[in-house]
């Protein structure tokens, strides 16, 4: 016999639906539903996290290509604000890994207006701290166009 209550009640959604009365839930790559995030904080999550070993249901190249796409439209919107976010989440240790904030401050250095990209050289020395991020940030630039004249 069916449960009408269970069938009916905001409380017993199915994982592909969105909640009723929501429309604040976007349909993720599981096909369920989660809650929509700021520009901000999704840009925030890429700096602390990065992309490596992708997720279930995403491979690592897939998300890597998603978020670099995030990231190129994000700074060249709010550049000087990725520069403050880049600085918050390095100078914190708040990431496991520097090279989310070194791709993204390459971004910036390549890819903003001239004052966000003033701030991300000026940023660099605070970002980059070893021989090993300056190269990387180096070869992320390469990728983003080159280093310019």
Do not use: C
Request: proline residues 4%; positive net charge.
């Amino acid at each position: 016999m069916k449960n009408y209550l269970k069938t009916l009640s905001p409380a017993h959604v199915h994982q592909r639906q969105p909640l009723p009365g929501r429309t604040d839930q976007l349909r993720n790559n599981a096909g369920g539903y989660a809650f929509e995030v700021s520009d901000e904080t999704r840009f925030v999550r890429f700096l602390i996290l990065g992309t490596e070993g992708g997720t279930f249901y995403a491979s690592e190249g897939t998300q890597t290509k998603l978020e670099t796409e995030f990231v190129i439209r994000f700074v060249r919107e709010h550049g000087v604000r990725a520069v403050e976010l880049i600085l918050d989440v390095a100078q914190r240790n708040r990431a496991p890994k520097a090279d989310p904030a070194l791709v993204a401050l390459a971004a910036v250095a390549k890819l903003g207006d001239l004052e966000a990209r003033k701030a991300a050289w000026n940023a660099l020395p605070l970002v980059a701290r070893t021989g090993t991020h300056l190269f990387h940030f180096l070869a992320f630039l390469q990728t983003f166009g080159g280093w310019g004249a």
